[in-house]
């Protein structure tokens, strides 16, 4: 799990690509203090291991469900990425309760200033609007924001001037994608309303030996 605050802007290295997958190599300070290989960093909202470390980088393995849903496969070298290390016990909860787990990507379709801010509108499908709530918490590229205004086609977030320095949000174009995972509880709470018993199979304990057990035989 994750916090949604970004810790440092990390750079690709190198990416290395095969047929349905690829590899990166990713340049980085502070997410390498006490790190392990195996261990977790989100790279710009996605959940990767890492699978070797050098002096001043990491590499993980991207797998094509993780490329066919995200903002991954467009990255190149040199290219800026939001990271941030696992969530352990002695870590503050700044942000709100992330996975690295993206749900689907979303396009960049206007900034705007506003005295010290900036707004950004992401266009989002119908899959990903369900969840997306006024005042409610969503993470673009791996950053914990909260959702200033919602229509039925984009959403918008407003970007305070630390939070446009310390990630790559600002760095992006229109038009641009950006990676999407959904408040947490929303997705559970629907799962919960639909269920219903009647769907679960009914096992049939009213056997032979229950009956003859209980005196009806």
């Known amino acids: ?70 903002n991954l496969n467009t990255f190149s070298k040199g290219s800026p990425v939001n990271l941030e290390r696992a969530l352990t016990l002695q870590k503050p909860l700044g942000g709100h309760m992330v996975s690295g787990h993206i749900d689907d990507t979303g396009k960049i379709t206007r900034f705007k200033n506003e005295d010290n801010a900036v707004w950004v509108t992401v266009q989002a499908n119908t899959n990903i609007l369900r969840y997306v709530i006024e005042k409610g918490s969503i993470a673009i590229d791996g950053i914990s924001l909260t959702v200033a205004k919602v229509t039925q086609e984009d959403f918008q977030v407003s970007i305070i001037p630390h939070t446009a320095e310390e990630t790559t949000l600002l760095k992006n174009n229109i038009g641009d994608l950006v990676n999407l995972e959904c408040d947490l509880i929303g997705k559970y709470v629907e799962k919960l309303l639909k269920y219903s018993p009647e769907s679960e199979p009914v096992q049939n304990h009213l056997t032979e030996s229950f009956l003859q057990k209980n005196g009806f035989l």
């Open 1 to 70: 799990m994750f916090t949604g605050i970004v810790e440092e802007i990390g750079e690709i290295q190198k990416v290395k690509t095969a047929t349905v997958s690829s590899e990166l190599t990713i340049r980085a300070e502070k997410v390498l203090e006490n790190t392990n290989v195996g261990d977790s960093i989100m790279v710009n909202g996605v959940c990767l291991t890492v699978k070797n470390l050098g002096k001043n980088t990491f590499m993980a393995d991207v797998m094509s469900e993780t490329l066919s849903r995200t």
